[in-house]
Nanobody, 127 residues
Framework: QVQLVESGGGLVQPGGSLRLSCTAT????????MDWYRQAPGKERELVAA???????NYGDSVKGRFTISRDNAKNTVYLELNSLKPEDTAVYCC?????????????????????WGQGTQVTVSS
């Protein structure tokens, strides 16, 4: 079984910075694309940033030039650097992985988990 655990959210003033982390736990062999999404109250979930296993990145228009996604494949971790934060960046930020190949102790087999979501971490930008 693969789980995603986020950390790093909190309260920050406008113009400030935060660094979010998302670590995949389990006996993991590889993880495909990893993404960060966010959802603000009353709004639809939106893609913030995505990164492939090879390091290619993609950003939502509202965060281009301010946020940076990166990953450490050896640590099964993806990061999101949030800079020049604005009040409209306030949301729950969730980590997502398209798929992950892992070893299942229960079945003694390699299995692939798909569409994996973390619990989310709150980011609040306010003075």
């Amino acid at each position: 079984q693969v789980q995603l655990v986020e950390s790093g959210g909190g309260l920050v003033q406008p113009g400030g910075s935060l660094r979010l982390s998302c670590t995949a736990t389990g006996s993991i062999f590889s993880i495909d694309s990893m993404d960060w999404y966010r959802q603000a109250p009353g709004k639809e979930r939106e893609l913030v940033a995505a990164i492939t296993s090879g390091g290619s990145t993609n950003y939502g228009d509202s965060v281009k030039g301010r946020f940076t996604i990166s990953r450490d494949n050896a640590k099964n971790t993806v990061y999101l650097e949030l800079n020049s934060l604005k009040p409209e960046d306030t949301a729950v930020y969730c980590c997502h992985a398209d798929s992950a190949l892992y070893y299942s102790v229960r079945t003694s087999r390699r299995l692939r988990a798909t569409n994996i979501w973390g619990q989310g971490t709150q980011v609040t930008v306010s003075s």
